[in-house]
C-alpha cells in the first residue's frame, strides 16, 4: 500500500529539530514573563465570520488563503485560523476579560493559510503573538516593540545587522479616508501599470496595491501620495511618542511609509522587524495598534496593539546564522548489559530523575557495544554503567562520554543524592 503523506505545505517538526523549537518556545516565554504577559490559548477553528470582520474583506488572506469550510453535521461556517488576533480578541469579548482594565496577553500557535510553499512560507506554520489590549498611548507601542528586540538580544541576533526595525504611522480612519481619495486619483493616473489584482482593488483597497510584490509596479508605488502627510496633530503626537521612547532606549528603526501591513484592522503605529537574510520572506515579526477592532468585532470599544512573530522564519533566520543550536538532551545515558537486573536498577534512575538529571534508559537489550554507541548518539556526557559486578557491589560506573582523557568512577546506589548533583551541566 502507498503511504500516506502530510498535507502539502504542512510540515512534521520531528527531533533533533524539535529541540530547537522547544529552546526559542522557552526563551520566548522567559522573555514576555519579564514584560508581564499572560498566556491565552484559543481554539484553531473559529466561525469565518470571525475573520471576515476582523481581518477585513478584501485581504489576501480572507480572499484566496483561508481554509474555509462547512461543518458536516450543522453546516456551520468554520475556519482554520489564519492569525491569532481575531481569536483572542473574541476570547476577550466573550469573558469580558477586559471589564477591570487592560490585559497583556500572549499565544503561540498553528497558522493556516493556502499560500504557495516555499522557504519560509507555509500552509500550517507557527505564531509567537502578544496583544496589549486595553492602553491607548504611545508607551504600550514601544514595550511590545522592545519586547521583541529583547527576544532577538538573547537569541543572539544583532539589531541593525540581522534584524531591523521598520515604522511607519497608519493615522485614523478620516485621515485615511482623506488619504485614500488623493490615493484611488493617484491610480486612476496610472491605470498603464497597475496589474489586474491592482485594477481590481484600486477602489476596494488602493493601500493594498501599494503592498505590492509586484517589481513593475514598484516605481508607481514609491511616488503615491504619502499617508504621513495626511496625518493630523494627534495621529503625529502619537507617532512622535514612539519614537521619542525607542530614542530614549537607542533603538535604531527605519522609517517606511510604505509599511501598510497585509491586514486590514491596523491604525496608528505599524511596525515589521525585516532581515535580509531570508529573500523574500524577509519579514520575522508584524504588528501594530488596532484601536478599532475590538469594537468592530462587538465588544465594547478599546485600544490595542500587538504583533505576530513567524517562528519558521525566526529558526530559518537563527540556522541561517549559525545560532540556536539546540543542546543535547539528556545529562546521562543508562547502559543496561542484562536486563535482568532492571529491577536493581530502575530505582536508581528514578531517584536520579526526581534529583534534576536526564537520564535516558536503554530499551531492547544488545551488546555492550552497540549500547555505548547508542549512549554516545544520545549526546550525554556521561554513560552510567550498570554491570552485574558493580551491581553486586551496590554500585554504578559513571563513565564520562565528552572529555577526552577523564577517567570513570564508581559511585555508591543507596547515595544518588551525594552525587546526581555533579551529573548536571555546569
Ligand atoms: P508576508 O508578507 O510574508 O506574507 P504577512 O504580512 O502575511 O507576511 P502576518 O499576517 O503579519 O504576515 O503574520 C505575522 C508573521 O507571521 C509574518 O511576519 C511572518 O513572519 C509569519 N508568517 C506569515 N505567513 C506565513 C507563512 N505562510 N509561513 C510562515 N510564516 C508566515
Ligand atoms: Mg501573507
Avoid at 508581564?36 to 481581518?55: C, D, K, W
Avoid at 493559510?113 to 491607548?136: D, N, S
Avoid at 536508581?348 to 534529583?355: K, Q, Y
Wanted: hydrophobic fraction near 45%.
Amino acid at each position: 500500500m502507498q503511504p500516506l503523506q502530510a498535507v502539502k505545505g504542512m510540515n512534521d517538526i520531528l527531533p533533533p529539530d524539535s529541540a530547537r523549537w522547544e529552546r526559542l518556545e522557552a526563551q520566548m516565554r522567559s522573555v514576555l514573563q519579564r514584560y508581564g504577559y499572560a498566556n491565552v490559548r484559543t481554539p484553531i477553528v473559529e466561525p469565518t465570520a470571525l475573520f471576515v470582520r476582523g481581518i477585513g474583506e478584501v485581504t489576501d488572506i480572507v480572499e484566496k488563503e483561508m481554509y474555509a469550510f462547512e461543518d458536516k453535521m450543522n453546516g456551520d461556517h468554520l475556519a482554520l485560523r489564519p492569525e491569532g488576533t481575531a481569536g483572542v480578541v473574541r476570547a476577550m469579548i466573550e469573558h469580558s476579560f477586559l471589564r477591570e482594565g487592560g490585559k497583556r496577553l500572549y499565544y503561540f500557535g498553528a497558522m493556516f493559510r493556502h499560500e504557495r510553499p516555499q522557504k519560509g512560507r507555509y500552509r500550517q506554520f507557527h505564531q509567537m503573538g502578544v496583544e496589549a489590549l486595553g492602553f491607548a498611548g504611545p508607551d504600550v507601542d514601544a514595550e511590545v516593540i522592545l519586547l521583541a528586540r529583547t527576544l532577538w538580544r538573547e537569541l543572539g541576533l544583532v539589531e541593525g545587522r540581522d534584524v531591523t526595525l521598520e515604522l511607519n504611522c497608519l493615522g485614523q480612519p478620516e485621515e485615511r479616508r482623506a488619504h485614500r481619495a488623493a490615493l484611488i486619483a493617484y491610480l486612476e493616473q496610472h491605470q498603464d501599470v497597475l496589474d489586474d489584482e491592482a485594477k481590481r482593488r484600486m477602489h476596494s483597497n488602493p493601500l493594498r496595491v501599494l503592498d505590492t510584490k509586484n517589481p513593475a509596479m514598484q516605481a508607481m508605488a514609491e511616488g503615491a501620495p504619502k499617508l504621513l502627510d495626511f496625518l493630523g496633530p494627534e495621529s503625529l503626537a502619537h507617532f512622535n511618542g514612539v519614537r521619542a521612547l525607542l530614542d530614549a532606549v537607542g533603538l535604531a528603526y527605519r522609517l517606511n511609509p510604505r509599511l501598510v501591513r497585509g491586514l486590514d484592522y491596523y491604525n496608528l503605529t505599524v511596525f515589521e522587524w525585516v532581515t535580509d537574510k531570508l529573500g523574500a520572506q524577509g519579514t520575522v515579526c508584524a504588528g501594530g495598534r488596532y484601536d478599532g477592532l475590538i469594537e468592530q468585532l462587538g465588544g465594547k470599544a478599546a485600544p490595542a496593539v500587538g504583533f505576530g512573530l513567524g517562528i519558521e522564519r525566526i529558526l530559518l533566520l537563527l540556522e541561517t546564522l549559525g545560532l540556536g543550536a539546540a543542546e543535547p538532551q539528556v545529562d546521562a545515558y543508562a547502559v543496561v548489559p542484562d536486563p535482568a537486573d532492571l529491577p536493581r536498577i530502575l530505582p536508581t534512575l528514578e531517584a536520579l530523575r526526581a534529583a534534576g538529571v536526564a537520564v535516558q534508559m536503554h530499551a531492547g537489550g544488545g551488546s555492550f557495544k552497540s549500547q555505548f554507541k547508542k549512549a554516545d548518539a544520545s549526546g550525554a556526557r556521561f554513560a552510567l554503567v550498570f554491570g552485574g559486578d558493580e551491581l553486586a557491589r551496590g554500585e554504578v560506573a559513571v563513565k564520562p562520554l565528552r572529555e577526552e582523557g577523564a577517567a570513570q568512577s564508581i559511585r555508591a546506589l543507596a547515595a544518588v543524592a551525594d552525587w546526581a548533583a555533579e551529573l548536571l551541566p555546569a
